[in-house]
């Protein structure tokens, strides 16, 4: 498989100007066309263990419009791997376009209702699945496992700083942003971290629970909470993949102003809900601020 190495991005945007901060953008979205984001972070090693253990196929769960199931049918079948996606919702026709793409790798869609879909993970569902299937390799929702965190730790290798470490303790602060929707990109950050930046999470969806996730991630590879992140739940927009105008309008708007693609269900949101926080004086002037580009592009 061939990769690009994700650069950065430097924005020159009135707001961030106007604010007194350096802003880039990692932009992962140019890592691979189909395997882009963070996607491929959190499934490699889980394919690599797949192989190692002498699993020939992976199954997965995700909704209809699932990024996580778009990136693992095509590395799925880079790799040698049947593939089977089990779908929250029972099967519309024609099938979107992630469903479609996913199908055409090679994956084979389960569609479960929503009231099946939330027992995924125990243990009378999983048996019922291998008597469907036989035996399988399971990767949670968004790779959402240890080995999902542990590679994207490795993303820390890819930012940049400007301020060299050595004179952080009079320069200003250092501030990582990204998008939430399970976690396990920013537990990834925290356990690869190894110089001083704070993580500023924006939640992609309703509810209180991420930050105890993220916890509960780090416990299970075996470290401690580091500290300095926290998750914000100002700007999922109520809900998971819910829109408004304005998040269209900044979408359509930032995309002019800087060439970069946003989507509404994740980045939009994270890059809406930075500037409007840039507006409002909430960080320092002198921020050197990394957006990280999850990707999630495909569908829009």
Not at 152 to 171: V, Y
Not at 264 to 270: F, S
Request: a positive charge.
């Amino acid at each position: 498989m061939i990769f690009t190495r994700p650069e950065l991005q430097s924005i020159g945007d009135a707001i961030p100007r106007a604010a007194g901060v350096s802003l880039q953008i990692l932009r992962l979205d140019l890592l691979h066309p189909q395997l882009s984001g963070n996607k491929w972070y959190k499934l490699r090693l889980n394919l690599r263990a797949a192989k190692e253990q002498g699993h020939g196929t992976v199954l997965s769960f995700g909704g209809a419009y699932s990024n996580h199931l778009h990136a693992l049918s095509a590395a799925g079948k880079m790799h040698g791997l049947k593939t089977i996606g089990v779908v929250r919702g029972e099967p519309a026709e024609p099938l979107n376009a992630t469903l479609t793409f996913a199908r055409q790798q090679g994956m084979e869609l389960y569609h479960v209702t929503r009231a099946d879909y939330k027992l995924k993970s125990s243990a009378d569902f999983l048996a019922r699945l291998r008597e469907r299937y036989g035996d399988f390799f399971l990767i949670p929702e968004g790779g959402a496992n240890i080995a999902g965190v542990q590679g994207c730790a490795d993303i820390n290798e890819l930012l940049n700083w400007s301020t060299p470490a050595a004179a952080m303790s009079s320069a200003p602060e250092r501030v990582v942003a990204l998008a939430c929707g399970t976690g396990t990109t920013l537990a990834g950050l925290l356990l690869g971290r190894r110089e001083d930046y704070r993580i500023l999470g924006f939640a992609a969806l309703r509810g209180d629970f991420l930050e105890n996730d993220v916890r509960t991630a780090l416990q299970s590879c075996g470290v401690a909470d580091p500290g300095n992140w926290r998750i914000t739940q100002e700007w999922h927009g109520g809900g998971y993949a819910r829109s408004s105008p304005e998040l269209l309008d900044f979408i359509r708007g930032f995309q002019h102003r800087t060439g970069i693609p946003l989507e509404p269900v994740y980045t939009g949101k994270l890059l809406l809900g930075l500037y409007r926080m840039l507006e409002r004086g909430e960080f320092s002037r002198g921020t050197e601020i990394i957006v990280i580009h999850t990707g999630g592009l495909q569908a829009f």
